[in-house]
């Protein structure tokens, strides 16, 4: 999916008409994804409810999957630039990790029907992978943050991937289990995951002048 998303996003810049097919096969999937799994979404299916042709999906994406991911990358993006107004407003170190954690409840439950009827059903997959990428990105991020200034704890650059991983699969395994489990909330997600960070993951999110950091 990468190289082919990352040349439809440079035509995006450019073309309005297909921004505006973009939008309308995003709203669709995510529309069929909350009402039934994404293995039993066809092509067809999405390219009716878009308003769009068949040819016109092919020449944007390969697998239902890409849209959907798409938009949900998209929604998460938006929560971390809100993190990185907080950054650079001086929000604190621990500040900044609780409404990050917050953030990705808030995402997951805007899409929960969507999560649920995915994490369900063993073809669906495609969606916790992404999930799991998603977080691995961002805690490399964050790793890598945290070595250029120095802070205790933080693993050394040879395994930043390993660290990453080990993160990113415990927290989507996190929402996978609040999901599972109508008796856990959104708060025993939030106070869960702050509990199992770092030590250093809450320095790292600072801006680099917070607490005297240099």
């Known amino acids: 999916m990468g190289g082919h998303v990352e040349a439809v996003v440079v035509s995006e810049r450019t073309d ?11 709203q669709a999937v995510v529309e069929l994804a909350s009402q039934r799994p994404v293995s039993q979404i066809t092509v067809a299916d999405l390219a009716e409810r878009a ?16 849209p959907l ?20 407003e001086g929000y ?3 500040e900044l990790l609780r409404l990050a954690v917050s953030e990705v409840a808030d995402h997951v439950e805007r899409f ?7 994490l369900g059903d063993p073809a669906d997959r495609g969606v916790y992978d992404a999930l799991v990428r998603h977080f691995n990105d961002y805690a ?5 943050r945290g070595a250029s200034r120095g802070l205790p704890g933080v693993p050394g650059i040879g395994h930043h991937q390993v660290v990453a991983q080990f993160l990113a699969h415990g927290f989507a395994g996190a ?20 509990a199992c960070a770092p030590g250093w993951w809450a320095s790292a999110g600072e801006a680099r002048d917070a607490g005297n950091c240099v």
């Open 16 to 26: 309005p008409r297909i921004t505006r097919t973009t939008g309308a096969l995003r």
């Open 51 to 66: 308003g769009v042709t068949r040819a016109t999906f092919y020449n944007r994406y390969s697998t239902v999957l890409d």
């Open 69 to 88: 991911i798409e938009a949900l990358y998209a929604d998460l993006e938006t929560g971390h630039r809100r993190e990185d107004q907080r950054r650079a």
């Open 92 to 94: 604190p170190g621990p």
């Open 112 to 118: 929960g029907d969507l999560y649920r009827h995915a």
């Open 140 to 144: 490399l991020a964050y790793l890598a």
């Open 175 to 194: 929402v996978k289990a609040w999901l599972s489990d109508p008796d856990v909330t959104r708060e025993d997600l939030v106070d869960a995951t702050v």
